[in-house]
């Protein structure tokens, strides 16, 4: 079945950068975008960007530009987030999901818990 | 980009019928048929309920349906059941290659 697996719960300090994957199977990876969406304690959902697998190319949220670096290695059907210069309010889990043509986002990863505190 | 708003909560009793609002702008919600719909209960990832203003995906219940009209798109569950109590939130692709989603309503069953 399709599914996407993010990486374990990282606790940073301010100012640093955090890295978050997202390893997709059961399906052909580079045929579809990976987006990036996050949602802070008790808050609604964020769209922060996508990285189309097959190309690279990228795009974010006006917002996290400057801050937010994603990549890909599609040897290993993986998609990674990196966000930099972290504060305080970045603290949220972080989901990756499948990008469904200009629509829709599924599946889900099962989210990536990010605390920044001094 | 402005978050899409949504009423941030609505209620019924089980078996009733709700509707819940997500309202854009031109170009959001209003230049593209690219409105979908999530539900998400706590603690769990979301799951799309409606994708392109008005398609569910195969093992959605038919409980579930959507629509538009101008720059507000429109999420209806009918027969209300114990289950469908969650968040549910709208997301629209915008002119500016990017997505953005609503504020969220939280639906409570009576």
């Known amino acids: 079945q399709v599914q996407l697996v993010q990486s374990g719960a990282e606790v940073k300090k301010p100012g640093a950068s955090v890295t978050v994957s997202c390893e997709a199977s059961g399906y052909t990876f580079i045929g579809k975008n990976i987006h990036w969406v996050r949602q802070a304690p008790g808050q609604g959902l964020e769209w922060m960007g996508w990285?189309?697998?097959?190309?690279?190319?990228?795009n974010s949220a006006q917002k996290f530009q400057g801050r937010i670096t994603m990549t890909r290695d599609t040897s290993i059907n993986t998609a990674y987030m990196e966000l930099s210069r972290l504060r305080s309010d970045d603290t949220a889990v972080y989901f990756c999901?499948?990008?469904?043509?200009?629509?829709?986002?599924?599946?889900w990863g099962q989210g990536t818990l990010v605390i920044v505190s001094s | 980009q402005s978050a899409l708003t949504q009423p941030a909560s609505v209620s019924g009793s089980p078996g009733q019928s709700i509707t819940i609002s997500c309202t854009g702008a031109?170009?959001?919600?209003?230049?593209?048929?690219?409105v979908s719909w999530y539900q998400q209960h706590p603690g769990k990832a979301p799951k799309v309920m409606i994708y392109e203003v008005s398609n569910r995906p195969s093992g959605v219940s038919n409980r579930f349906s959507g629509s538009k009209s101008g720059n507000t798109a429109s999420l209806t569950i009918s027969g209300l059941q114990a289950e469908d109590e969650a968040d549910f939130y709208c997301?629209?692709?915008?002119?500016?290659?990017?997505?953005?989603f609503g504020t969220g309503t939280k639906v409570t069953v009576l």
């Open positions: 997301s629209s692709y915008t002119n500016s290659n990017t997505y953005v």
């Open positions: 990285i189309s697998p097959n190309s690279g190319g990228t």
């Open positions: 031109s170009s959001d919600v209003g230049a593209y048929n690219y």
């Open positions: 999901a499948r990008g469904e043509g200009s629509s829709w986002f599924d599946p």
